[in-house]
């Protein structure tokens, strides 16, 4: 079976194609909205999606060296996310799907980034620390036979900011011109002074608010190198400490960090180190299947198809706010 999935929960556009026989990602291609001295607004980068969707999709059925017949389902991001850009994503797939008369398969985006990093992983029954830009989660599946499905359910999360946000809004309030949480990890790397910052862990929660207000305060007051590295490796130890309780609760042996904040070695590093620790290995899958994309929409795409959760063209539907435990 090969599926095309669409991802486009919020700057990616993104189309890759799972051959399920082969177990192979045929194809990953993708465009990304890149927003100038402002956060991403959700109807400017949507436009640009409607109007890269067309490209991107052709460029993904190139690499594959396949054409739309050769498709047996189309998946797409059906939250949570940007809604109007949700609305784009799973307009074109669902125009894929009605004029080629395919099913058509909603995929909750964290439930592809988790099914990606195990796929990639090989790991059994794993621990998921989920870190993205909106989320950050600590999450458990339910393991059935070789398969790890849902349901899912959140142990531990943010309880305000997501990491990937944090990371983002102190590198637009430094005024890089195009605020992304690289440019921290980047600065952070050249950090060589940790200086204390405000540090909340509740049980198997955490918070990152406080320590932005305490960081933004600071900007122009203190080395902007040390400030990113004391930043970057509280907000990663509240993470670790949360994830150290999570993996004494569930006496599980595996941890996979996946989501577009798992790029960041340091905090792979870090959680490799606490796993250690406890008998206990952590890993993530490549940097291009961390970062969003069409690929891993395709492959979860798959395993919803074999739970029987296709629908029809015209039934397609968004939800901004669909939790992964609600799967
Ligand atoms: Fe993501």
Not at 49 to 78: C, F, P, Q, R, W
Not at 282 to 305: P, Q, R, S, V, W
Request: with cysteine.
């Amino acid at each position: 079976m090969k599926i095309l999935g669409i991802e486009s929960t919020a700057h990616t556009l993104g189309v890759g194609i799972y051959d399920s026989k082969k177990d192979e990602m045929r194809s990953n291609q993708k465009a990304y909205y890149k927003p100038v001295n402002e956060g991403i607004v959700p109807r400017k980068a949507a436009e640009y999606h409607a109007l890269n969707a067309n490209g991107v999709i052709e460029k993904a059925l190139n690499e594959a060296s396949l054409e739309m017949k050769d498709i047996d389902a189309i998946a797409y991001s059906a939250g949570p996310g940007l809604g109007p850009c949700l609305q784009t994503g799973a307009t074109a797939a669902s125009f894929l799907a009605g004029k080629f008369e395919l099913p058509l398969i909603p995929v909750n985006h964290p439930h592809a980034h988790i099914t990606v990093a195990r796929w990639q992983t090989r790991f059994d029954d794993p621990l998921i620390i989920y870190v993205s830009g909106g989320n950050t989660q600590i999450i458990t599946g339910t393991k059935k036979s070789k398969e790890f499905l849902p349901p899912f359910s959140v142990l531990g999360e943010t309880l305000d900011i997501g990491l990937g946000n944090l990371f983002d809004m102190l590198s637009r309030e430094m005024g890089d011109e195009f605020g992304h949480g690289s440019i921290v990890a980047a600065k952070a790397a050249k950090g060589k002074k940790y200086h204390l910052m405000p540090y909340t862990v509740k049980g198997v929660n955490f918070a990152f608010s406080g320590l932005f207000t305490f960081a933004k305060k600071r900007i122009g007051k203190m080395d902007e190198n040390d400030l990113c590295y004391s930043l970057m490796e509280t907000a990663f130890a509240e993470v670790c400490e949360a994830a150290e309780r999570a993996l004494m609760l569930t006496g599980k042996k595996e941890i996979i960090v996946c989501g577009g904040v798992a790029q960041n070695e340091r905090l792979v590093q870090k959680l490799e180190s606490m796993a250690k620790l406890h008998g206990a290995r952590a890993a993530t899958c490549d940097k291009i299947y961390n970062a969003d994309n069409g690929a891993m929409i395709a492959l979860a795409g798959f395993f919803e198809f074999e739970r029987k959760k296709s629908i029809k063209a015209d039934e397609f539907w968004t939800d901004q706010k669909w939790r992964i435990d609600l799967i």
